[in-house]
């Protein structure tokens, strides 16, 4: 068996952490010269390089990037031995590796995640954000307990992965007040030639939110494309126009962004999914992300129907969200 020098992992992964070999050899209290040695060692040992040079910045490469990737979880585990030889940790406390999806908004992805994060024996958060190919990828190779996305993972492909679904969340439309007074009477054809803040192009949500729109043949207006939810948002408060918000961040908006509602987008709705390796979940941090998300999306459904928040498109309820199958699904071989 060849065996790995965590001496010149480790010191790969400060430079990796500090961005250079300069700051890396001050932090280390080594020279540049011995620092390049020891990082062309482990290059060599490995067979491929782990930095290219742009410009006067070394940037990671797909090789670089999973070593980088073990190399967190090797010296945060040495860490933790550490604690628990010198008895300043009872336990040992793994992390709990999640992949993001990009378009995901955060809010939704961290309050997806927090009944993980409270269960016994998870003690960290490593949350990675990419696209979801890049993901599924990690997860195969066992370097993420689970995938958070806001779509399933394709049919075809070459992972063995499986979707369970957490739940859906309404999509409501939000404004100022001042832009909710004029344009809430007769919506939803009051839309036509609204000032409207969307998704871009790109994501599915937008794909849903354009059918609605053109099933309705309302011609609106719009003003800003965002990929970040977040910008998206900060440009309503300063009334730039209307945006569609998810159910499960109306509080988020209403209470720190002062937007009120102005209608529904009946039958648009954002499905949340975790994916994992596992038909039926065992992890107990995914398997408790599960059951609580399901509760907390239900519930969601359930105040935006009774009308207790959300302004409805009609005088009917609008429908609530299916409720999630305890079953999941199979989406990739």
Do not use: C
């Amino acid at each position: 068996m060849e065996w790995l020098n965590y001496h010149h992992l480790f010191y790969f992964w400060r430079i990796a952490r500090e961005g250079g070999l300069s700051r890396a050899a001050e932090q280390l209290r080594l020279t540049h010269s011995t620092l390049s040695a020891q990082l062309k060692a482990l290059e060599e040992f490995f067979g491929g390089p782990l930095f290219e040079r742009r410009g006067r910045r070394l940037v990671l490469t797909p090789l670089g990037e999973n070593a980088a990737s073990y190399a967190d979880d090797i010296f945060r585990m040495g860490s933790e031995l550490v604690d628990v030889a010198r008895g300043s940790s009872s336990q040992r406390q793994i992390a709990l590796r999640v992949g993001i999806v990009s378009s995901l908004p955060k809010s939704v992805a961290y309050r997806l995640l927090q009944p993980g994060l409270a269960t016994p024996g998870y003690g960290s958060l490593v949350a990675r954000q990419d696209r979801f190919e890049r993901l599924l990828d990690e997860l195969s190779a066992g370097r993420l307990h689970l995938v958070l996305s806001d779509a399933a993972a394709p049919e075809s492909g070459a992972h063995r992965a499986y979707a369970h679904v957490l739940g859906e969340s309404p999509i409501l439309l939000y404004g100022t007040r001042a832009l909710a007074a004029k344009y809430r009477p007769r919506f939803p054809q009051s839309l036509n030639g609204a000032p409207l803040l969307l998704p871009t192009a790109q994501t599915s949500l937008r794909t849903r939110l354009d059918r609605w729109l053109g099933e309705r043949e309302i011609r609106a207006q719009v003003v800003g494309e965002f990929d970040d939810p977040s910008l998206m948002r900060i440009a309503g408060a300063n009334g730039l126009g209307l945006l569609p918000v998810r159910a499960a961040l109306r509080a988020e908006v209403e209470d720190g962004f002062s937007l009120v509602p102005v209608g529904t987008f009946d039958d648009v709705v954002e499905r949340y999914y975790v994916v994992s390796t596992e038909r039926r979940v065992h992890h107990p941090a995914v398997s408790a992300i599960l059951e609580q998300a399901r509760v907390d999306l239900a519930n969601d459904g359930a105040e935006k129907q009774n009308g207790k928040k959300a302004v409805s498109s009609k005088a009917r309820p609008a429908r609530a969200p299916a409720r999630a199958r305890p079953k999941s699904r199979k989406t990739a071989r």
